[in-house]
C-alpha cells in the first residue's frame, strides 16, 4: 500500500473513517495495537452508507469562495465568478489605476496582486455571483448547528462601496434568507479615494437551506442623482463552522 498515490490514500482514509464508525467493535479491538484494519468489503460499504457525511466535512473551516481574491488568470480574472458585466466589474492590479492604491500597496498589506472594482452609478449597481452547493449537510443545518461567517475587504470612493451578500435557498429553490456585510459607512474611511475596510457578518444557517447564492455587490451609498464613483473588493471568504456544544 506504500506506493498509492495522495489522492488514493486520502481516499483511504476517508473510508477507514466511515468504517470506524459502522464497525466500532472491530475499531477498538484493533486500535490498541494502532493497527486498525478493515477489509476491503467492510470499507467499500461503510463509504457507501457514510459518504455524504464524510465528503460533507469537507465544507467545514475553509473558505467556500472560487477566485475569492481575483487572483485567476488574467484570461479569465473574474473565473469562479457570473459576471453579467464584463465590461463594468474586473480584477484589476494594484497601481494600475491613478488615484487607486500604489503598486505594492496590496502585496504590503496581504491582498496579493489584484483587487475587484466597479464603475458604480446611483441607478445602476453591478454584482458578480457564485452558488454554493450545501445539500450534502442539510442534515446538520436542519438541526440547526451550522453557522456561517461572511467577509471580506470593502469600500470605494466616497460615494460607492461594496458587500458580500448570501441568499439561502430551499431545495424548492425558494429564498429562505438574506444576509449580508454593512456597506462602508462615512465615519470609517480614512480617505474619498477608493480603500478597503474589513468586515464581517456570522449568523446561522436558515434550517431547510440546501444551495446559498453569493453576491459581490457594487453600489452607490450615497443619496445623489446621477452621480457615478468607484466600488472595490479584495480578500472575501464564506466559511461555514459546526457548533460543538
Known amino acids: 500500500m506504500g506506493g498509492l498515490n495522495p489522492w488514493w490514500n486520502l481516499l483511504l482514509k476517508k473510508f477507514r473513517r466511515a468504517a470506524a464508525r459502522l464497525y466500532p467493535i472491530a475499531f477498538h479491538q484493533n486500535q490498541r495495537s494502532n493497527k486498525v484494519k478493515f477489509s476491503y468489503i467492510q470499507l467499500i460499504t461503510a463509504f457507501i452508507l457514510f459518504q455524504p457525511a464524510v465528503f460533507s466535512q469537507d465544507l467545514y473551516n475553509r473558505n467556500l469562495l472560487k477566485n475569492n481574491g481575483a487572483e485567476a488568470e488574467k484570461t479569465s480574472p473574474t473565473a469562479g465568478w457570473l459576471n453579467i458585466f464584463k465590461d463594468e466589474v474586473a480584477a484589476t492590479g494594484y497601481g494600475s489605476t491613478g488615484g487607486e492604491f500604489d503598486t505594492d500597496w496590496g502585496k504590503d498589506k ?3 496582486n489584484n483587487y475587484f472594482r466597479a464603475g458604480v452609478q446611483t441607478s445602476e449597481p453591478r454584482y458578480i455571483s457564485q452558488e454554493i452547493d450545501l445539500s450534502s449537510l442539510s442534515g446538520a443545518i436542519d438541526s440547526g448547528i451550522v453557522n ?3 467577509s471580506g475587504s470593502f469600500g470605494g470612493g466616497k460615494g460607492a462601496s461594496s458587500k458580500l451578500e448570501a441568499i439561502f435557498k430551499n431545495k424548492e429553490g425558494r429564498t429562505i434568507g438574506i444576509e449580508s456585510t454593512e456597506h462602508v459607512k462615512p465615519g470609517e474611511r480614512t480617505t474619498d479615494e477608493p480603500s478597503l475596510y474589513k468586515h464581517t457578518k456570522s449568523s446561522k444557517v436558515p ?17 445623489c442623482t446621477n452621480c457615478s464613483d468607484v466600488a472595490v473588493a479584495d480578500n472575501l471568504s464564506v466559511i461555514l463552522i459546526r457548533k460543538t456544544n
Not at 434550517?207 to 443619496?223: A, C, K, N, P, S
Open 110 to 112: 496581504g491582498y496579493g
Open 148 to 150: 456561517f461567517e461572511l
Open 207 to 223: 434550517t431547510g437551506t440546501v444551495t446559498v447564492e453569493i453576491y459581490l455587490r457594487f453600489e452607490f451609498v450615497d443619496i
